[in-house]
């Protein structure tokens, strides 16, 4: 019990992060989104491009986060979070979105949606 307690310690945070992003995107709150991204995700997406790139996706009317994984290499932590996305046409999209650690709060980088 004390280890699922810890392992669930540790991805739940970054669950909630791209929990987070996920609605920011549902809601077209792409401006709520592009603060959630990490610091290189900004630099390879200046905001006029990210809502762009965001605003012509099919619209996310629901999702489900399916699992997640966190560890650390070489003192940088980093985590994979698995979600389902179901687009407004009825689709389901599985993504995985990549995220960092920086100044202690989760941030989505790699390639965000």
Same mark, same amino acid.
């Given at each position: 019990?004390?280890?699922?307690?810890?392992?669930l310690? !540790?991805?739940?945070?970054? =669950?909630d992060?791209?929990? $987070?992003f996920i609605v920011?995107? =549902?809601s077209?709150n792409?401006?709520? +989104?592009?603060?959630?991204?990490?610091a290189?995700? #900004? $630099?390879?997406y200046p905001?006029?491009?990210?809502i762009?790139?965001?605003? +012509?996706?099919?619209?996310?009317?629901?999702?489900?986060i %399916?699992? $997640? #994984?966190v560890? %650390?290499?070489?003192? #940088?932590?980093s !985590?994979t979070v698995? $979600? #389902?996305?179901?687009?407004?046409?009825?689709?389901d999209?599985?993504?995985v979105f990549?995220?960092?650690? =920086?100044?202690?709060?989760?941030?989505?980088?790699g390639?965000?949606?």
């Open positions: 019990m004390f280890l699922f307690k810890r392992v310690a !540790a991805v739940k945070p970054a =669950e992060a791209t929990d $987070a920011d995107l =549902e077209n792409f401006g709520g +989104a592009y603060g959630l991204l990490c290189s995700a #900004r $630099a390879s905001p006029a491009s990210f762009r790139v965001a605003g +012509a996706q099919p619209p996310i009317s629901d999702h489900r %399916t699992g $997640a #994984r560890g %650390t290499v070489n003192g #940088r932590t !985590a698995n $979600a #389902r996305l179901i687009q407004s046409d009825g689709s999209v599985s993504h990549t995220l960092v650690k =920086e100044n202690g709060a989760w941030k989505v980088c390639q965000p949606y």
